[in-house]
């Protein structure tokens, strides 16, 4: 028994067709989104991944701006690259046609692909010019139509992966909530990377330890002076902190570091690493020496040229700073006038030069003018002792001050340039004070003693010296006249003024004078006390300043008194000449044998002292006839006999014979002993000074009993006179008793 199918139109096969390509497309579809979520989710992850890695590499290298943009750009190519590969392959994946679709269904459940090829492919062969060729249009409709109805009955939601879908799903959730519980969790921490890496922010990381190089100018660098050593001075307990808004900024740094938070206590580190680099290439190493709490210095090496450094200490660094190498100001011209007190000429006088050794009276006014090499921003005055004088800007590089001279002063000055903040070495100037003493004043009187004559004349020595100038010279003479028994003693001034020298131009700093006292003008009485006194005023601007010599006192005494008072002191010089005739009169038996050169050299010891005693003889002998002629003791006859018969033979003696003789015992005394004539000369000259020395002490008895004769005779006639007084007295007074006087 047959049953009859009815076989589908051509009609219908293509609205079958159409509907499975529907059912395919849609497929494509959930395909294309199930590959962009998986690409979705590939980005989310490299981008988080890359993310994290550079925030830790940021957190643990801190790299510098151009650092972290070259690590940015490396991270960014790499993931594109990678994304980029994957979403190609995922976009060739989701074009693929509806037979290479239908492939790929066959392979998770076979047979669907035959069954969507067949209603894809058959209805064109009944449709075809040559269909009936090919096959039977009702096999063609029917292998359709089951085809269709197979399809129909099968599930392609249950070939579907919704666990890797829910999966993707998940991951690109945890993708997208990483950042922002970055964000949440550690704010500061996710703003500072993003500032960092998508900004380009120079701000850092949190810090234990942050250094600051102290003496920065604004330009971030060091101004060192040319040729020198330079001193680097960091410190670590952050001390030039400034507050910008929210924000804190660290100078000191050569860059600015701006912070989000200050430190509450920053660390100090234990050590600091510098290096420092040459213009010439050169790197030097070193460890900065720590000079107190937080505070460290190095030493650079005197350099001409620029060069920099980098700081290293714990978990901060810093540099490369610029250490610029300058010529420090100096004083080119220094110029100074001056006023002293009591000037007569107009305005001030310049001195030549201010650098020499200064020297000005008390109250001068000096006028100091600095003048600079460059531009100058100030000019610093130390004054020691004492305050600094008011400093007067000239011009750019000049300035001026004034001040008035009190006491000795040195000057510091310290030049501050314009253009680079650099200091001068400091420049030292020197100002003595000229303290203009009283006049310095001497005076003796040469040649007589404390006692003196009514006739004598007193020669006057005097010197006087002044640092300015003498103005007036004088000799203040007083004279003490004894009273009687009941007058009390009277006192005479005399003033003596003495000439200077009259020259305008040039003042008398030093003069020596001559001046005889003639008492023999009027004789003062017996018993005067005489006083001398030199006075001399000077030329002192502050008012006349006097000086004064020591007292010269002098006692006037009778003739006979201080002649008496001469001869004993004469009779003194005998009896040493005597002791000296004695003493080398006893060496006369030494000499007269061979004595040995012990024995000679004590005879040699022994003419060395008669010689001195000799010579101090005739010396005070000269001294004595000297007193004599200048008090008019004596006779001239007597001063003759004194200076021919005994004072020129004892010089004589001293210069002649005893010289000859010491130098003819010299080699005796040798241990070689000398020769037998040597001998006989030295014998011989000993005797010579023995004969000569009683010569000389037989005219000095004659001339003790010449003066003895003398005094005699002037004792008869002083006798004479007193009879004779007393005649003429007596005579008067019976003359004046003849003759009344009237009324």
Not at 161 to 170: F, G, I, Y
Not at 474 to 491: F, H, L, N, V, Y
Not at 552 to 573: G, H, K, W
């Amino acid at each position: 028994m047959a049953i009859a199918t009815e076989l589908p139109g051509l009609e219908s096969l293509r609205d079958e067709q159409a509907a499975l390509r529907a059912r395919l497309a849609g497929l494509r579809r959930r395909l294309q989104l199930q590959l962009t979520l998986e690409s979705a989710v590939e980005v989310t992850t490299v981008l988080v991944l890359a993310a994290a890695a550079l925030v830790l590499l940021d957190w643990w290298l801190r790299p510098g701006v151009s650092a972290r943009l070259a690590l940015l750009a490396i991270a960014l190519a790499a993931g594109l690259t990678f994304l980029a590969i994957r979403a190609l392959k995922r976009w060739r994946s989701s074009k693929v046609d509806d037979l290479a679709l239908a492939m790929t269904l066959d392979h998770y459940r076979p047979g669907v692909g035959q069954q969507i090829a067949d209603v894809l492919q058959l209805p064109d062969l009944v449709d075809g010019p040559d269909a009936e060729a090919h096959a039977s249009p009702a096999m063609v409709r029917l292998a359709v139509r089951r085809a269709s109805e197979a399809l129909a009955g099968s599930d392609w939601g249950s070939l579907w992966n919704r666990r890797r879908t829910k999966a993707c799903l998940v991951a690109l959730g945890l993708g997208l909530l990483v950042p922002a519980a970055f964000a949440l969790v550690a704010p500061a921490a996710a703003r500072l990377s993003f500032a960092r890496w998508l900004l380009g922010s120079s701000e850092r990381w949190p810090q234990r330890t942050y250094l600051t190089v102290m003496g920065l100018d604004s330009r971030g660098m060091l101004i060192a002076p040319r040729g020198e050593r330079f001193q680097v001075e960091v410190r670590g307990d952050m001390p030039l902190v400034d507050r910008r808004g929210d924000r804190w900024a660290v100078g000191g740094r050569g860059e600015p570091l701006v912070l989000a938070k200050k430190p509450s206590k920053p660390g100090v580190p234990a050590a600091v690493s510098i290096r420092e680099r040459t213009a010439e290439g050169a790197r030097r190493d070193a460890v900065m020496v720590a000079s107190g709490p937080a505070q460290f210095r190095h030493e650079l090496p005197a350099s001409p040229t620029p060069s920099t450094f980098e700081l290293t200490a714990n978990d901060d660094w810093l540099g490369p700073i610029r250490v610029e190498r300058v010529d420090r100001p100096t004083l080119a011209d220094l110029r100074l006038s001056v006023r002293e007190p009591g000037a007569t000429y107009e305005g001030a006088r310049n001195v030549a030069d201010p650098r020499q050794h200064l020297l000005f009276l008390p109250d001068t006014e000096v006028e100091f003018t600095f003048v600079g090499s460059e531009p100058l921003a100030g000019i610093r005055l130390n004054v020691h002792p004492g305050s600094p004088p008011v400093v007067e800007r000239i011009d750019p590089k000049t300035f001026k001050a004034k001040w008035v001279l009190h006491e000795a002063t040195t000057l510091e000055v310290v030049l501050t340039s314009a253009s680079n903040g650099l200091t001068s070495q400091p420049n030292f100037l020197s100002i003595s004070i000229q303290r203009d003493r009283e006049p310095r004043i001497t005076m003796r009187a040469v040649g007589v003693g404390t006692r003196v004559t009514p006739v004598a004349t007193i020669p006057l020595t005097i010197g006087a010296t002044d640092d300015l100038g003498l103005a007036a010279l004088r000799i203040q003479a007083d004279r003490t006249t004894p009273g009687g028994d009941s007058e009390e003693p009277k006192t005479a001034r005399k003033t003596i003024p003495l000439p200077l020298p009259q020259d305008s131009d040039r003042a008398v700093l030093d003069q020596q004078f001559q001046h005889d006292v003639l008492l023999q003008a009027e004789p003062p009485k017996v018993g005067t006390i005489l006083r001398f006194v030199a006075e001399a005023d000077d030329r002192c601007a502050r008012g006349a300043q006097t000086g004064r010599s020591g007292t010269l006192q002098l006692m006037v005494v009778s003739v006979e008194e201080l002649f008496y008072e001469i001869l004993i002191r004469q009779r003194a010089e005998r009896a040493k000449f005597v002791a000296a005739l004695e003493g080398l009169e006893k060496q006369t038996p030494t000499l007269a044998t061979e004595a040995p050169p012990e024995d000679v050299l004590k005879v040699l010891r022994a003419h060395h002292s008669a010689s001195r005693l000799v010579d101090q003889i005739a010396g005070r002998l000269t001294d004595t006839l000297q007193e004599m002629k200048l008090n008019q003791v004596g006779t001239p006859k007597s001063h003759r006999l004194l200076q021919e018969a005994v004072i020129d033979p004892t010089k004589a003696l001293s210069a002649g014979p005893m010289n000859a003789t010491r130098a003819a015992l010299q080699p005796l005394s040798s241990p070689a002993g000398g020769k037998q004539s040597d001998r006989e000369t030295a014998r011989r000259l000993h005797d010579e000074v023995v004969t000569k020395m009683k010569a000389i002490l037989d005219q000095m008895s004659q001339w003790e009993s010449f003066i003895d004769v003398v005094n005699q005779v002037a004792e008869v006639i002083r006798m004479q006179q007193g009879v004779l007084q007393s005649t003429e007295k007596a005579r008067e007074s019976r003359t004046q008793e003849v003759f009344d006087d009237k009324p």
